[in-house]
């Protein structure tokens, strides 16, 4: 188990590192910047509060603007009631997940008939998000304990990835599962 500990971790600084080398550049430049605003401070002392404020209110704006205004934007599928019964036609494709892996209801669905995808855990906190057969992710549904997701999706013909992108321990890297869509006519 080790090693696949170790493996989690890699990954885990891997998929961090811009994150972290963006914080230290961040923390670097402000600090410089702390060094020459000090020097300053004999000379212009209230007009540097009054522009610090300033500052923190326009970057505290673009920050709400610009989270809010992309919230719509967020590939979520969240519990909506409206989508709670299966309409006619639709296909159900139901996804269990646990450490570590998935039990799918079905591995395969036909291409032409919407899918719904309902997700839930048996135990800790989840994620599936769902690649289609050239890799693109099309949707995360963050699967909570004792909470159901779901979204509708209209698929392709191919083979489709589920993976868990929510770390949840030893096995997480190998939490995966596959299901295929067939083309008309079971092809
Ligand atoms: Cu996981």
Same mark, same amino acid.
């Given at each position: ?10 990954? #885990? +600084? ?5 994150? %972290?080398? $963006?914080?230290?550049? !961040?923390?670097?430049?402000? @600090? ?7 020097? #300053? +401070? ?5 007009? %540097?509060? $009054?522009?610090?404020? !300033?500052?923190?209110?326009? @970057? ?17 599928? $969240? ?31 036909e291409a032409g ?44 013909p ?23 869509v067939a083309g008309a006519g079971g092809g």
């Open positions: 188990m080790w090693g696949s500990s170790l493996g989690a971790l890699l990954i #885990l +600084l891997y998929v961090t590192s811009p994150f %972290l080398v $963006v914080f230290f550049l !961040l923390v670097f430049l402000s @600090v410089r910047r702390g060094r020459q605003a000090e020097k #300053l +401070l004999n000379t212009s002392k209230k007009r %540097l509060a $009054v522009a610090e404020v !300033l500052w923190l209110m326009l @970057v505290a704006s673009i920050w709400t603007a610009v989270n809010v205004s992309s919230l719509s934007w967020i590939p979520a599928g $969240v519990g909506d009631p409206a989508l709670a019964v299966p309409a006619a036609g639709e296909q159900v494709l139901e996804v269990e997940a646990f450490m570590w892996g998935y039990n799918l209801s079905t591995t395969t669905l008939r919407p899918v719904r995808v309902v997700a839930w855990s048996t135990d800790t906190l989840h994620s599936t998000g769902i690649y289609s057969p050239d890799g693109e992710l099309l949707v995360t549904l963050m699967l909570m304990p004792g909470m159901r997701e779901q979204v509708l999706l209209t698929l392709e191919g083979v489709y990835t589920l993976r868990c992108l929510e770390f949840c321990g030893d096995g997480h890297a190998f939490m995966s599962a596959v299901f295929t």
